[in-house]
């Protein structure tokens, strides 16, 4: 009867120990699970800035702020915020720089252009003044002579066009300065 006594109590120490240990291996599996959980949040919010913006963590899943989680996620707020301005300012001055080098190109495109036309439009306009309208070289001395006025209001056009929209003077239609250009080439 003791071995029945004692083979009985170590079944009971057994499985009472077991049921115990499954007991506390489930609550710390939920505990660790619990205080993972904005480590979670965090990894996914940081995964989704790899391909595109960072995306700050939104204040539904914020911790408390006395939390070292919650400190930790306003923390990353703030730096997401200050990335996200950091890239707008680089295209912005990335977009600027652009807008400058057209600027400068027109610019010297304008200089280059307009000192033959100037040269071409004071020979037609001396020419059509010493010939009278009967000439037959008048008429395409005329021609010439507005040609040549309509590429330098073109040239200006452009070179108005691609000043800083800010400071400088706008083109009220654009695609028409921008066609006659390109009816230039």
């Avoid at 301005?85 to 252009?113: C, D, F, K, N, V």
């Avoid at 040239?155 to 009816?183: H, I, M, Y």
């Amino acid at each position: 009867t003791l071995f029945k006594e004692r083979r009985a109590v170590l079944w009971t120490l057994v499985a009472t120990n077991g049921v115990i240990t499954l007991l506390v291996g489930i609550v710390g599996f939920l505990a660790v699970r619990r205080l993972l959980r904005p480590v979670h949040v965090l990894t996914r919010h940081v995964s989704r800035g790899v391909s595109g913006p960072l995306p700050p963590v939104p204040e539904s899943q914020l911790e408390p702020e006395r939390s070292e989680f919650g400190l930790l996620f306003r923390h990353y707020n703030a730096m997401v915020r200050a990335w996200n301005e950091r890239e707008a300012l680089t295209a912005r001055i990335a977009e600027e720089e652009r807008l400058a080098s057209l600027g400068r190109l027109a610019s010297g495109m304008a200089h280059e252009i307009n000192n033959p036309l100037s040269v071409i439009l004071g020979f037609a306009q001396a020419m059509v003044r010493r010939l009278k309208p009967e000439d037959p070289m008048h008429a395409p001395l005329c021609s010439i002579e507005r040609e040549t006025l309509r590429c330098r209001t073109l040239v200006q056009d452009l070179l108005t066009f691609s000043r800083d929209r800010k400071g400088g003077l706008q083109v009220e239609d654009p695609v028409r300065v921008l066609n006659g250009a390109l009816s230039l080439v």
